[in-house]
């Protein structure tokens, strides 16, 4: 509309002030709110931080399509405001043109009436400045508001990120590293033969008994110590490691079920703890090779071997007894994905080819490297600078994804991954 102010016996013509004003300040804080939001999302680029959790991914994405919405308003208060101002000028044109004659046709609006009309112009105006001040105060508040939120989020996913970089480092019950043990050790069953020691599995048997009987009950075998010293460190300790994995994936499950000693002892017979509370690796890894390796001529576990193991010891003949899970080989597994499969409860083997492993000591620190000619573990965790976290010879050690596809002393080095999920 045209606002008319009445000065004497003329008519002086302008423009819709008040609205125009009104779309003008709104138009160029909705540019403020764009601008803030551009700067929100450039501050986020610079956290050092690699993975930004689901959550906070969707709000990126819902803050970024706020940012489109706004400019396309903001074009749309544009040609609004440049049709408003049009409109204004052809209409103030108008009334210009026919003053005269309207003056002369309602010549009873004398200087009292005039006083009257430009004090509800005034009134008019007043409202509009008020308006268009609640509008910009209203914008402000919100762009304060995504700030001041936007900031705190930030600054707790900076917290959170620095005590746990990427993800929790393994199951805390199976890789706790208590007595320096990080899961199984494929030479376990060795020492503990040839140690001799009386650890009582429970009452009545020890764990040296528990070995005798699983290899006998498995192999048919009745071997005398010294053959049962070259089984256990020719066969088991020198293709062990992918039955190695394969029995901190079996604990793992098990440690997370409700019932899962009772269902573990029904499952293989023995107790998936000792009388001093901790995991019988030793029994289990002997239990898993002599029943499915060849006694005469034993070989490691590769991707087809290894998930017909896992799975045919997950299942039984009751099959109302058996474990949903699905094992898949050939998965493309990386630094940044990786931390998502662990979270869900997925379990990630790595197989790999003439591998660097750097064992760490209790410090955390490398206290040696090793390169294996093939060699299979178990992905617990990832490092903060993207290395893997895996549990071998029952050692934390680190494989680092850069050394993939790279020729060492031994070759050239590759890898496959099986996730197991359930």
């Given at each position: 509309m045209a606002t008319i102010t009445i000065n004497g016996s003329g008519f002086v013509l302008g423009?819709?002030?008040?609205?125009?004003?009104?779309?003008?300040?709104?138009?160029?804080?909705?540019n403020d709110l764009f601008v803030s939001l551009s700067t929100l999302k450039s501050k986020t680029n610079t956290l050092n931080i690699a993975e930004i959790s689901d959550i906070l991914s969707r709000t990126v994405v819902r803050e970024h399509d706020k940012t489109n919405a706004i400019t396309v308003i903001n074009q749309k208060l544009s040609v609004f405001l440049s049709d408003v101002a049009s409109v204004d000028a052809i209409v103030a044109k108008e009334i210009t043109k026919h003053r005269i004659d309207f003056?002369?046709?309602y010549s009873y609006l004398n200087s009292s009436s005039s006083d009257l009309l430009y004090g509800f112009v005034e009134k008019l105006d007043q409202f509009f400045n008020s308006l268009k001040k609640t509008v910009a105060e209203w914008?402000?508040?919100i762009s304060e508001w995504c700030i001041e939120k936007w900031n705190e989020i930030c600054r707790i996913i900076k917290e959170m990120s620095a005590i746990h970089p990427f993800t929790i480092d393994g199951d805390d019950t199976i890789y706790r590293n208590e007595n320096d043990q990080y899961g199984t050790r494929q030479h376990g069953p060795l020492n503990t033969y040839k140690d001799n020691t009386d650890n009582y599995i429970t009452n009545r048997r020890t764990e040296r008994e528990y070995?005798?009987?699983?290899?006998?009950?498995?192999?048919?075998?009745?071997?005398t110590d010294q053959q049962m010293i070259n089984y256990l460190d020719n066969n088991l300790n020198h293709n062990g490691c992918g039955y190695a994995a394969v029995t901190n994936c079996i604990f793992e499950y098990y440690s997370k079920q409700e019932n899962g000693e009772q269902l573990f002892m029904e499952k293989f017979g023995f107790p998936m703890k000792d009388l001093n509370g901790n995991y019988t690796f030793n029994l289990l890894i002997t239990y898993i090779f002599s029943k499915y390796s060849d006694y005469n001529n034993p070989q490691g576990l590769n991707q087809d071997t290894l998930k017909k193991v896992l799975a045919s010891c997950m299942n039984s003949k009751d099959s109302s007894k058996n474990v949903n899970l699905k094992i898949s080989n050939n998965q493309k597994i990386t630094p940044q994905n990786i931390d998502d499969h662990l979270r869900n409860g997925d379990q990630v083997v790595l197989l790999g080819w003439n591998v660097p492993v750097y064992v760490l000591d209790s410090n955390g620190k490398v206290e040696r490297t090793q390169i294996c000619g093939g060699h299979g573990m178990v992905i617990t965790g990832v490092t903060e600078d993207g290395k893997y976290i895996v549990s071998t010879w029952g050692k934390k050690a680190i494989v680092d994804p850069a050394d993939i596809g790279k020729t060492n002393v031994k070759g050239k080095c590759k890898v496959s991954f099986t996730v197991v999920k359930y």
């Amino acid at each position: 509309m045209a606002t008319i102010t009445i000065n004497g016996s003329g008519f002086v013509l302008g423009s819709s002030i008040g609205i125009a004003n009104t779309f003008a300040l709104s138009k160029s804080a909705s540019n403020d709110l764009f601008v803030s939001l551009s700067t929100l999302k450039s501050k986020t680029n610079t956290l050092n931080i690699a993975e930004i959790s689901d959550i906070l991914s969707r709000t990126v994405v819902r803050e970024h399509d706020k940012t489109n919405a706004i400019t396309v308003i903001n074009q749309k208060l544009s040609v609004f405001l440049s049709d408003v101002a049009s409109v204004d000028a052809i209409v103030a044109k108008e009334i210009t043109k026919h003053r005269i004659d309207f003056l002369k046709k309602y010549s009873y609006l004398n200087s009292s009436s005039s006083d009257l009309l430009y004090g509800f112009v005034e009134k008019l105006d007043q409202f509009f400045n008020s308006l268009k001040k609640t509008v910009a105060e209203w914008i402000k508040n919100i762009s304060e508001w995504c700030i001041e939120k936007w900031n705190e989020i930030c600054r707790i996913i900076k917290e959170m990120s620095a005590i746990h970089p990427f993800t929790i480092d393994g199951d805390d019950t199976i890789y706790r590293n208590e007595n320096d043990q990080y899961g199984t050790r494929q030479h376990g069953p060795l020492n503990t033969y040839k140690d001799n020691t009386d650890n009582y599995i429970t009452n009545r048997r020890t764990e040296r008994e528990y070995i005798e009987r699983i290899v006998y009950e498995n192999t048919g075998k009745h071997l005398t110590d010294q053959q049962m010293i070259n089984y256990l460190d020719n066969n088991l300790n020198h293709n062990g490691c992918g039955y190695a994995a394969v029995t901190n994936c079996i604990f793992e499950y098990y440690s997370k079920q409700e019932n899962g000693e009772q269902l573990f002892m029904e499952k293989f017979g023995f107790p998936m703890k000792d009388l001093n509370g901790n995991y019988t690796f030793n029994l289990l890894i002997t239990y898993i090779f002599s029943k499915y390796s060849d006694y005469n001529n034993p070989q490691g576990l590769n991707q087809d071997t290894l998930k017909k193991v896992l799975a045919s010891c997950m299942n039984s003949k009751d099959s109302s007894k058996n474990v949903n899970l699905k094992i898949s080989n050939n998965q493309k597994i990386t630094p940044q994905n990786i931390d998502d499969h662990l979270r869900n409860g997925d379990q990630v083997v790595l197989l790999g080819w003439n591998v660097p492993v750097y064992v760490l000591d209790s410090n955390g620190k490398v206290e040696r490297t090793q390169i294996c000619g093939g060699h299979g573990m178990v992905i617990t965790g990832v490092t903060e600078d993207g290395k893997y976290i895996v549990s071998t010879w029952g050692k934390k050690a680190i494989v680092d994804p850069a050394d993939i596809g790279k020729t060492n002393v031994k070759g050239k080095c590759k890898v496959s991954f099986t996730v197991v999920k359930y």
